[in-house]
Every structure is written in C-alpha cells, then in structure tokens.
C-alpha cells in the first residue's frame, strides 16, 4: 500500500466527520455568520483546537469575500491552502546521523510499539540502529522492546529491572560508538506521577549522552496518542516543564476522528510532528508530511 494511501486511510475517521458536515452546513445556504460559526465547530469536534479553528475560521471568512467563494469544494479547497500555511510556519526537522533519539511519552501511548516501528522504518532506510531499554522501572518493559528487536532483527541493549537508566544508556553509547551505529533509539519510563524523579533520570542521561557522545546528534520525540485528543496537549507541557522536546510521533491516528489535533499541537507549540502511525502493522509508521496530511482532510 502506497504512503499516500496509508495516510488517507488512517485519517478516514477525521476526513468523515470534517468533510460530511461541511457538506450538509453548506447545503442549507450562503457562507453567512452562522454557517462560519457552525464551521468552528466542526473543526474544534475534530480537536482543532478552539483558539486554532476561530482564527482558520476568521481567515477563511475574509479570503471567501475576496474570491466569492459560495459551494463546498471551494470552501474545503481554501481551507486546505490555509492549513498549509499554518504548517509552513512550523520548522520541520531532518534527522541527521550519527543519531540519538530519545523517546519520551506517558505509559499507555504505545511508546515501545513505537520504537519498534521506529527500528524497522530506520532500517529500511539502510542505518544500522541499536535499541536502549531505558524504562528499567515499568515491570516487562525490557521485554516487551526485547520482543521487537527480535522481530525487527535490531540489537538491543539491557539491564535488569530496577536498573539505573543512565547505565543502560551508557552501555549503548559504547556499543554504537564500537559497532559505527547510525541510530541510538533510547526508551524512557513514562511515570508522570513522580515527575522529580523522571525528571533526574531524564537529566542523568542527558549528562551520561553530553559525556560519552558529544558529536552525536541528539533529539528528544514524544509519543502522543492521537486518540486522546486535546489530552496531548497536556502531556506536552507536563514534560515541557524538565525537557526539551524536538518533536512529536502520533500514535494511532486510524483509530480516531480526531486527527485534528496535529494542527494545535504545531500551531500551539511550534513543534513538527515527524512521524505517525497509520495501522498496526511493523510498517505502519510514517514520516509526516503536512501536504499529504492536509489533502486527506477534507
């Protein structure tokens, strides 16, 4: 199945319940006061955003007077162009190599899923990649990423349960530095509920990595549950608060008519989304791109 074909399955839900009650809001009339408020609606329903989907609203409202903009197609055509434009002033980010990534994200996100993927999307791409399993504190962690490294065929360093991270990491950095890795993919336990001590761990490994691997590239995504809305959000600014965060993987996005939520989340925090998850699959992770993403909307 092609990229593009991926994507506008997986955006099938949000594409539905967008481009369905445009259909119907504009079939009982003229783009008057109501249907511009109705429209922000829809968009907010779609986890948008509130703050997002009034200022989409108000500019598509001023560029429908300027073109005489009166049926459907036109409608979602200008609002593609102006989604776009949000995207555009979003940075977005190439990976460069040699890499680590750290992965960060709440329990539950598919976080270890993502990793997985992570190791078979980058090895397709011909990088030789090594997985940390730096979540010494959730219980089967380890094996769980164990098990996708033995799927993925991806070597995978470990330490027993309670372990410290930073060691963990440690030991990975001397093994990609000894075997000439490309990628270092690092997990991270997700308990937000002790954040000071997440927060010391996630400072121990950052000092271990600025230590033992300085030339290295280094970036810090988040794992976010599309399904969870404008909840993401949230996550974001609770880690926000202890790391930087480089950019965002949005898992499940097939699941949910709320794939919206990619629009507030670079428009609230100016952070690129990189990858999502389309399916299932070991290959079901994509690199995002906001014209394809854009173009399955409506």
Not at 51 to 57: A, L
Request: net charge negative.
């Amino acid at each position: 199945m092609g990229i593009f074909k991926k994507i506008g399955n997986a955006l099938k839900k949000t594409r539905e319940a967008i481009a369905r009650r445009i259909d119907s809001l504009l079939s009982h009339g003229e783009l008057d006061d109501d249907f511009y408020d109705e429209l922000t609606d829809v968009l907010i329903s779609c986890d948008i955003g509130v703050r997002t989907s009034m200022d989409i609203v108000d500019n598509l409202r001023v560029r429908a007077r300027k073109n005489k903009i009166r049926n459907a197609d036109d409608v979602k055509k200008e609002l593609k162009e102006i989604l776009k434009e949000e995207f555009e002033d979003v940075a977005q980010l190439d990976i460069e190599y040699p890499a680590i990534i750290t992965i960060i994200g709440v329990n539950g996100v598919g976080k270890t899923t993502t990793i997985g993927k992570l190791s078979k999307y980058f090895k397709d791409q011909k990088r030789d990649v090594t997985l940390v399993a730096g979540d010494t504190f959730r219980a089967a962690a380890s094996n769980q990423l164990t098990e996708w490294a033995e799927r993925t065929k991806t070597r995978i360093i470990k330490h027993a349960e309670g372990a410290d991270a930073a060691a963990v990491v440690f030991d990975g950095i001397s093994s990609a530095k000894a075997k000439g890795t490309n990628v270092l993919l690092v997990d991270t336990a997700g308990r937000l509920h002790t954040k000071t001590n997440l927060m010391e761990e996630l400072k121990k490994i950052d000092k271990v990595i600025n230590r033992e691997y300085p030339e290295a590239n280094r970036y810090t995504f988040i794992v976010l549950d599309a399904t969870t809305g404008q909840n993401a959000l949230n996550q974001i600014s609770a880690f926000n608060e202890f790391v930087k965060i480089d950019g965002i993987i949005l898992t499940k996005l097939d699941g949910t008519a709320k794939g919206g939520v990619i629009v507030s989340i670079e428009k609230d925090y100016n952070l690129p989304v990189i990858f999502i998850g389309v399916g299932e699959k070991v290959d079901d992770l994509e690199k995002f791109d906001y014209n394809d993403f854009v173009d399955n909307l409506f």
